[in-house]
Structures are given as C-alpha cells and as structure tokens.
DNA sequence: TAGATTGTTAATCGATTAACAATC
DNA sequence: TAGATTGTTAATCGATTAACAATC
C-alpha cells in the first residue's frame, strides 16, 4: 500500500498511537477507543486523531470508536511493521553499544516490534569479527555484501561527526532506504533514502532556552 | 533577558544556526555570513533565517550578513549557554553510561559548550557510591539535596519506562527544570518544567514508513 | 429510539515565503 | 555611487480545530 504524499506531521503521529494502542491491548479489557480518549492517551485533539487516521482508510464504527486490535493492525501495516525489517548500525562505540542493548530487549520483549538488528559495523580491527550481545561485527568493506545478503534496509549511525557522511555514502551506494542518524552533522542524501536526525546536544541546548537563568552557586 | 513567548519551532533552529556558526569560526576565514549561506548550512530559508534572528534583535547589517563572532555570542546568550548550567543524569544503565561519555567528550572538547554534566542517579546499591567516568553516582534518597547542592536545573532521565514517571516526579518536587526524556512515555509535569522526548523506536517505526516494502529474502 | 462518535467540510490558526524599502 | 543584504510587512501555504450530518 502507498498513498501519495502524506504530511511528514501525521505520519509522525502514527507510531505514537500505535504505542497507546499495544499498551491498551495488554492493560485493558476495552474492545474499542474513542478518538477522544486515544487523542488523550497519546497528547493529540480528538479531531486530529480522526483526521490522520481517515488518510488511510476508514477503521472507526460511529457511536462506538475504534476496535483497538483492529486499528492496531492497520497501523502496523500502514506503517511497513507487520513483516520483518532488517536494520544494521555502524559504529560500535558505546552508544552504538547501548542502542545494540536497548534493541535487542525490544525486540524480545515485544513479539511485534519487527524491526530487527542483524549486522553492526566498525572500521576498528580489533572489533570485527567479534560479536555485541551475539550481533556479529563486520568491517565497513563488507557494508555492500552484508546489506544485500542482509537484506538491510535501515541504518542507525553512530560513529563520530566527521566520519558520518563518509559511511552514510557506503550504505546509501549499497542500496540503504532509510538512515537514522546520531552524529551531529546534517547528512546530504538523495531523495530516494529517508534521513531522520536525532541530536542529544541540539535538544539539550533548545532545553537549555527554558531554563531561567537564576545564578546560583 | 526574557521575550515572551516565542514559539517553539523558532526556538528549535537557534541551536542549528548556533552549531553552523561555530564551525564557521573554526574552519573559514570569513567574518561575516548572510542569511542565504546560513540557511543553507542550516537546511532552512534565508527568509526564515532572518525572520527567527530578529525576534531577538537586530544582529546583521545591510549589505554584508551577520558578524560570525558577534551573532554566535549573541546566540549563546538568548539560549542561555553563556553560562555554566548544571546537569544530572539518572539512570546508569548502557544509554546512561554512553550519554555521559559523550557528554563529556562534548564538554571537553568544545570550550563553549557550557551544560556540564555534575551528577548521575540510580537505585542499583552497587552502582550508588561508584562514579562513572569520575561522575560520581548518588541513590535516588540523595536527589533533593544534590539538586540544590549542585544547582542541577536539568536531567536526562535514561531509566526503564514504568520508572520514568516516578523519578520525574522526585526532580521535579527538587525543583528541576527540565526535562530529556528517553523513556518511551509520555512524562506529566507541570508547566514551569520543560519536557523534552527522544524515543529512539519511535523514529525508528516512523522511518520504516518510507522503506518502500519490497519482500527479499 | 436515544446517545455517542465517526468521517469530513469549513473556519481558524500559525508558520513559512515573497517582496521590498531602508541602508550599509 | 552601485551592489548587496538586512528587517519587516503582506501574501501564501499548511496544519489544526470546530462543527455537524451520517450512522452505528
């Protein structure tokens, strides 16, 4: 399924009320939402909630709300996460480490978070070829044969700034669709690869606006 | 200096042009730059540009752009990085660890960058007493006092989610100010605290949206 | 049937872009 | 002076909200 050009504002909403949704599912007896109460649950207006889920098709009953197993399911294909998803990462630091860590337990946790973390790379020799939590470590010569053999179609990038453009390039040649970017740089990247950028200082420096500058010791 | 509310989208580009800004000074010779080359460092118009800056003042002259050195001081001070901001972290699982290493990486390296990182928080007996990185590590009971003891105005909360809410709380009656979030949930906090959410699977579920769904083995 | 809630259209709100006089 | 670029106002674009007929 694809429909032509939906705002990059709803698509980011979906996965939130997906989240709302698989919580429901386990804590709740509830068969249906209404889009009052999803909107509540996941910091959205009502109207909004009906508005971006009429983009796809029609999942609500009047008078009654949404089924949630049902709408849940609908969300998982709208959003390509009803089959498996290969994703690799490059950089084996210790945040590539921790997001390694923090993968796996998702992915074990919850038998329907179908993104799957199947190959990290490093330039580091004395790390390639070993494993992290049994995820085997390739070298970045070995980005196309693992990306195709893989079937790798996610990236998540963590090496240092100055190299993130350089292995961004290796796996957008290699054929990568969509890149998740930790280093702070804005990486160039044809139209055909989706970029999604994730910058703990720059959200610690817009925080740092909020905070009244009372001096104290 | 306090403006009165200026939105949040504003607010969310000043560390963009701020991080363009201090590249510039470091790479090139040039003193000034106009809005057009900034935009394009930034990824955003040059009208945009311009329109964001003078919700501050006037920074630029007319005919030559905007004085590199002035306008990234200028910068540092609306976004209140003119000044030692203190900093806490709780929850030293691997995210944790990894964030406080790039943390003081960044402070180390980069004079300006002026949020340092002065406290981290768990509710592991091992870990408590421990440091990490010569940070040292304090029990939750101890939050209160080294909140005001350090003069902690913002934490990184890394803890599992069904925790998240509860050790926001506990910053928040200490008197914090803001939050970043790396739990996935939706944090309630008053609204003199400014929260702050980076949900990894959430950008991830969103970027499988743009993987075009091509089934190979 | 009466009450509730959807899907959708129209109204509003806010953010970005275009245009240009002022001026370095 | 001539050329370039700002700060700002007006125009446009897009996203959210309000309202309500349709209907479960």
Chains 1, 2 share one sequence.
Do not use: C
């Amino acid at each position: 399924m694809r429909w032509n050009k939906i705002s990059d504002a709803v698509i980011r909403r979906l996965p939130l009320y997906l989240r709302v949704l698989d919580d429901l599912a386990q804590e709740s007896e509830t068969e249906a939402i209404s889009s009052q109460e999803l909107g509540i649950r996941a910091g959205v207006g009502p109207a909004l909630v009906r508005k971006d889920l009429a983009w796809f098709g029609e999942f609500g009953k009047q008078g009654v709300g949404y089924e949630i197993g049902f709408l849940r399911d609908e969300l998982r294909k709208i959003l390509n996460l009803d089959s498996r998803l290969a994703v690799g990462l490059v950089g084996v630091g210790s945040l590539g480490v921790a997001l390694t860590r923090y993968h796996l337990k998702r992915f074990a946790e919850d038998a329907s978070f179908n993104l799957q973390l199947e190959a990290l790379f490093d330039s580091d020799l004395t790390k390639i070829g070993q494993s992290v939590e049994g995820v085997p470590v390739y070298g970045l010569e070995d980005i196309p044969r693992q990306v195709k053999e893989k079937g790798l179609k996610i990236v998540i990038i963590t090496v240092p700034a100055q190299n993130a453009q350089d292995v961004a390039n290796l796996f957008i040649k290699a054929g990568i669709q969509g890149i998740l970017n930790f280093a702070p740089v804005k990486l160039k990247a044809p139209d055909t690869v989706h970029v999604v950028d994730t910058d703990v200082s720059l959200e610690l420096q817009r925080l740092a606006y909020y905070v009244p500058k009372t001096t104290n010791g």
